[in-house]
């Protein structure tokens, strides 16, 4: 369990709730809870799919973090899109895939635009 656990906070989950033997995750708008698994063997293979998918605001530096722990990682990929985006496995098995999006820049629409000939005044309201 706290392998689980130090995987996720180093890719920026925090910790909302804890108490003996389980751990509550907030990784930016998804809720994680951690638990053990006793019924599940260690060494039981975990199919390829599906995976636990997670955004983070700099893949690259998760995945250097990671590679630092001596976490296996697969290359970062930039699938269309994304700013990137690598594999792993998570201490219980687990494949988690962390993307990094692109940031949404929105600006609100003007109420209104005027366009007017050039050299001639703008229109002016009727009383």
Known sequence: MARALDFYLDLDCEVREAADGWA?????????????????????????????????????TARRRLLARGVAVSPLIRPAGTLGEFETIDPDRHRVVITQQPAVITQPPPSFVLVTAPGRPPPTAAA
Do not use: E, F
């Not at 638990?35 to 599940?40: D, V």
């Open 24 to 60: 509550l995750l907030s990784c930016g708008s998804v809720s994680l809870l951690l638990i053990p698994a006793p019924c599940i063997r260690q060494h039981t293979a975990v199919p390829a799919t599906p995976a636990v998918r997670l955004t983070h605001p700099d893949a690259r």
